[in-house]
């Protein structure tokens, strides 16, 4: 029984710990521009909005990927905060709104990953 607790209270310590989210999108050939627009005058603005912190935004600097890459970092409360932070924006009505704009003319991004990190100990950051 107290391992149970113990693994219990790991879990819930592991959900309210800060994460950030690394977060690739792959665009259809040439609407790269289109997605920086639309970050650059909705989308940061709308994760904000969330409770998302917007950390840092790259794009390659090699063929082929620069051409339709962009790649970005966000910072979450928890990761239980990321999922309802995530769930409220795509939710929004402003970010509809953006969404079916900016894809009028089609599909902006082709394929999304992300992957949640913790800070190591040994990091600058910390």
């Keep these: 029984m107290a391992r ?3 693994l219990l209270l790991a879990t819930l310590t ?3 710990a800060e994460v950030y989210e690394l977060r690739t ?7 790269l521009d289109v997605l920086h627009a639309r970050f650059k005058n909705h989308t940061i603005k709308l994760f ?10 790259w794009v390659p600097t090699d063929d082929p990927k620069k051409s339709n890459t962009l790649i970005y970092v966000l910072k979450h409360k928890s990761r239980a905060a990321a999922d309802a932070s995530w769930k409220a924006f795509r939710e929004d009505p402003e970010w509809l709104k953006v969404k079916g704009e900016s894809e009028a ?3 902006i991004v082709q394929k999304a990953e992300s992957v949640f990190m913790d800070v190591t100990p040994y990091s600058p950051m910390k």
């Design 4 to 6: 149970l607790f113990l």
């Design 14 to 16: 592991l959900m309210q």
């Design 25 to 31: 999108y792959t665009t259809h050939p040439g609407r």
């Design 48 to 57: 904000e909005k969330h409770g998302m912190k917007n950390m840092m935004y």
């Design 105 to 107: 003319s089609g599909p």
